[in-house]
């Protein structure tokens, strides 16, 4: 996970509360993505960046937005949340869309 | 579509036994193939990964797993299970376009029992 941090690591919110989770990176990797962790379904496609500047939807983007805010970070943020977005977040990078990525530890949310 | 398929979501060995996880996968082009690990409350971490140089890939820990284009499979093995390999496994195939995006299977959980 080095490389990859992930703001904050557990987060308890109520339906209809917003949040932001914050993602950063020191590894200078061009591309940045939200996954949501849910047991039995693997890993799933929330939102990506292939570069700076822009962001486009993933498996999953309803109920989601986020930001590429510069090259280092990419948050995502739940405007309204639903019990149905309890789930445990990753965000991960790669050098470009044929490479490898590499996961930050995760962000475990329950929304209550 | 690109799609994987992890069979069977447990696998139980004996310490020392063999371990194989089996990961078909559907592509339509040349694809690039990777397994990951997850550990109890961390993130994934890279295995190994398949692109195109050799068939028979070596990862770390012990791990290596075998492209196979007639059977579209990429199981991974590991000759003598350790106690510390009990995790989560995920295999992953890049999706379609220039973009990166990974389709993960569902995962299979690798019990090792002394």
């Known amino acids: 996970n080095a490389g990859v941090t992930q703001t904050p690591k557990f987060q308890v919110l109520k339906t209809g509360q917003s949040m932001t989770l914050q993602c950063a990176q020191d590894?200078?990797?061009?591309?940045m993505y939200w996954y949501r962790q849910d047991p039995g379904m693997g890993l799933r496609l929330i939102y990506y960046?292939?570069?700076?500047?822009?962001?486009d939807k993933g498996e999953v983007p309803n109920g989601y937005n986020v930001s590429r805010l510069n090259k280092r970070e990419f948050s995502l943020r739940l405007e309204s949340a639903a019990p149905s977005q309890t789930s445990v977040y990753f965000c991960?990078?790669?050098?470009?869309?044929?490479?490898?990525?590499?996961f930050g530890p995760g962000t475990r949310l329950t929304v209550t | 579509a690109q799609s994987v398929t992890q069979l069977g979501s447990h696998v139980s060995v004996s310490e020392g036994a063999l371990v194989l996880l089996r990961c078909n996968y559907s592509s339509s082009v040349p694809p690039y193939l990777f397994w990951y690990v997850q550990y109890p409350n961390q993130g994934l971490q890279l295995l190994l990964k398949y692109t195109s140089a050799a068939t028979l890939v070596k990862g770390i820990n012990g791990f290596e797993a075998e492209f196979k284009k007639s059977e579209t499979s990429f199981h991974l093995t590991k000759p003598s299970a350790h106690m510390s390999d009990a995790a989560e496994y995920f295999c992953?195939?890049?999706?379609?376009?220039?973009?990166?995006?990974?389709?993960f299977g569902q995962g299979t959980t690798l019990q090792v029992k002394p």
């Open positions: 960046s292939a570069s700076e500047g822009t962001t």
């Open positions: 991960a990078i790669s050098v470009d869309y044929s490479t490898e990525q590499y």
């Open positions: 992953a195939v890049h999706g379609s376009g220039n973009t990166g995006k990974l389709i």
């Open positions: 590894m200078n990797h061009n591309s």
